[in-house]
């Protein structure tokens, strides 16, 4: 995760659930497949949930609609949020408003693995 400054960052005041929160990405749509659609490499069959997601480099740009919705909202063709970046985009982050600060983007430099302590960084 980043907490660094990104040039193309995106926040939005959302209300879900009848409270104010705070909506964060990084502004890069062009990259942004969807938790469920995101190329990953699955690590054990028996575990669905060891995998990673591939980085930015190993990937191309990811499809104008990758095919999800979340309640009749699709990946936005401009730069205003709606439910998808909040329920479907990996690339953002929401808070609670008094807590925004703590807002951590993903960051896709290198793959995210969703079970890190099952893969430790190799030594150099």
């Known amino acids: 995760m980043t907490t660094a400054a990104h ?9 879900v659930h009848r409270h104010l929160r705070i909506l964060a990405c990084d502004g890069q749509c062009g990259k942004a497949w969807g938790i469920h659609r995101r190329p990953k490499i699955q690590f054990d069959d028996n575990d669905p949930d060891d995998y990673a997601w591939f980085a930015d480099s190993e990937i ?9 919705e979340e309640d009749g909202d699709s990946k936005p063709l ?4 709606n439910r998808w970046c909040y329920l ?12 925004f600060r ?3 983007l993903p960051d896709f430099t290198d ?4 079970q ?4 430790p960084p190799r030594e150099p």
């Open 88 to 99: 479907e985009c990996e690339r953002s982050d929401c808070r609670p408003v008094e807590k």
């Open 60 to 68: 191309g740009t990811a499809p104008v609609d990758p095919g999800t």
């Open 78 to 81: 401009n730069r205003i949020h």
């Open 116 to 119: 890190p302590s099952k893969h």
């Open 102 to 104: 703590a807002i951590q």
């Open 111 to 114: 793959r995210i693995y969703n």
């Open 7 to 15: 040039q193309n960052l995106i926040v939005s005041r959302v209300r």
